[in-house]
């Protein structure tokens, strides 16, 4: 693949990333990198599917394993954990578009529960109850009619957001480790999207560094930088620094 250890690509992809809400990084990352013909196609992915995606091209990219920290919330102890890209496939779960699980509420009365989309996210992300807003978007009653949140019990709720982490996939992943001061079990959820966007944005300043660093040094145009291979572009760093004999 190799799309984003092209330096070039890789700018492209961080700009237009960078421009959209969180919620839909992953998303734009997907789709310049060549994995996602259109964005709106990729936006309208479950977000099970955009865990799995962004996690094969994480591994393809940078490398299988992530190196993590997290904290014990018993004794504070920080952990040094180590993330498998590998590990995060698809659920059993049907992760296609559309793809829905029908909840039976007491009564007889039945819901059906789609699994959320980035689109959906993005829409929750800019409401001021995003909860009733992923409701209203991702469940509806049998015969298509609106479902009132407030029409809900405790019960249906639960039963609703169960069929909702079910319908996530690789979305709902978490991370488990045993603490070795007090023996907690520790658990996070691991966003692999979120992953992948932090990754880029950590990798395009040291990019755009070079490329700064060599256009003071030689006069070079962004494109003429970006164009060099790395073993070129690591040699003329070393000559502008005064490092190569």
């Known amino acids: 693949m190799g799309a984003l250890r092209d330096p070039?690509?890789?700018l492209v992809a961080w700009e237009d990333a960078a421009g959209v809400p969180p919620a839909a990084r992953g998303t734009v990352l997907l789709h310049r990198a060549g994995l996602v013909d259109d964005l709106?196609?990729?936006?309208?992915?479950?977000?099970?599917?955009?865990?799995?995606?962004?996690?094969?091209?994480?591994?393809?990219?940078?490398?299988?394993?992530?190196?993590?920290i997290l904290t014990c919330h018993s004794c504070g102890q920080l952990l040094d954990v180590e993330?498998?890209?590998?590990?995060?496939?698809?659920?059993?779960?049907?992760?296609?578009?559309?793809?829905?699980?029908?909840?039976?509420?007491?009564?007889?009365r039945r819901l059906l529960v789609r699994a959320p989309t980035t689109r959906d996210l993005v829409a929750a992300g800019g409401s001021h109850d995003p909860a009733?807003?992923?409701?209203?978007?991702?469940?509806?009653?049998?015969?298509?009619?609106?479902?009132?949140?407030?029409?809900?019990?405790?019960?249906?709720?639960?039963?609703?957001?169960?069929?909702?982490?079910e319908l996530a996939g690789s979305a709902a992943v978490v991370v488990r480790t045993a603490c070795p001061s007090c023996g907690t079990e520790v658990v996070a959820p691991l966003d692999v999207a979120a992953l992948l966007w932090d990754r880029v944005a950590y990798a395009a300043p040291a990019i755009l560094a070079e490329v700064a660093e060599l256009?003071?040094?030689?006069?070079?145009?962004?494109?003429?930088?970006?164009?060099?291979?790395p073993v070129r572009r690591r040699t003329y760093l070393e000559l502008a620094r005064g490092g190569a004999r």
């Open 83 to 108: 993330l498998p890209m590998a590990s995060v496939v698809a659920a059993s779960q049907d992760e296609s578009v559309g793809a829905e699980s029908a909840v039976a509420l007491a009564g007889g």
């Open 8 to 10: 070039g690509r890789l």
């Open 132 to 165: 009733r807003e992923l409701l209203n978007r991702c469940v509806r009653a049998e015969d298509n009619a609106p479902v009132d949140a407030d029409g809900l019990d405790e019960a249906a709720l639960t039963l609703v957001d169960a069929a909702a982490e």
């Open 215 to 229: 256009a003071a040094a030689f006069g070079w145009a962004e494109a003429e930088v970006l164009a060099l291979t």
């Open 40 to 68: 709106d196609t990729a936006l309208d992915l479950p977000i099970g599917a955009v865990a799995s995606l962004a996690a094969r091209l994480y591994a393809e990219e940078f490398g299988a394993v992530v190196p993590g």
